[in-house]
């Protein structure tokens, strides 16, 4: 099997509902995500003869997950994430806020990453997030084993 490893990294401020300790207030990260695309053998004709995917195709995919989250505020879907938003929208300053049906801890980001990246036709192995230099979340799926 073939591994093709391409990254990206967005910056990103989170709030986690109902979260108590030193992340409970909102903060951010400079996130890196790196993303393994897979292939049992590499293409046997055409223009992708010899290669597994294009890397031109899984860095235009990553650029749009980068695009997508790079400098906003990403809130779950809830009634405190609902109070924040209200309370901000109040604000004279314009904010980009993501709303997402789950908390966004690096889990369940990371899960939410690869999905985005399979629905755009890539065979992806696994997606690693980092929200540290020293802390990350692999997801990849059991068929993949």
């Not at 073939?2 to 903060?27: M, P, R, T, W």
């Amino acid at each position: 099997m073939f591994i093709l490893k391409a990254e990206v990294q967005f910056d990103l401020a989170h709030y986690l509902s109902n979260y108590e300790g030193k992340c409970s207030n909102i903060h951010g990260h400079r996130y890196r995500l790196i993303a393994k695309v897979k292939g049992e053998d590499v293409k046997k004709e055409g223009q992708l003869r010899g290669m597994v995917e294009d890397f031109g195709t899984i860095k235009k995919a990553l650029k749009e997950i980068e695009d997508y989250f790079d400098h906003k505020l990403i809130v779950e879907d809830d009634e405190v994430g609902q109070g924040l938003i209200k309370g901000i929208e109040n604000s004279p300053q314009s904010f980009k806020i993501l709303t997402v049906p789950y908390r966004p801890t690096a889990e369940e980001m990371s899960r939410h990453i690869y999905h985005m990246l399979k629905d755009k036709g890539l065979d992806i192995h696994e997606v690693e997030l980092f929200e540290t230099p020293t802390n990350s979340c692999i997801y990849t799926e059991a068929d993949n084993d």
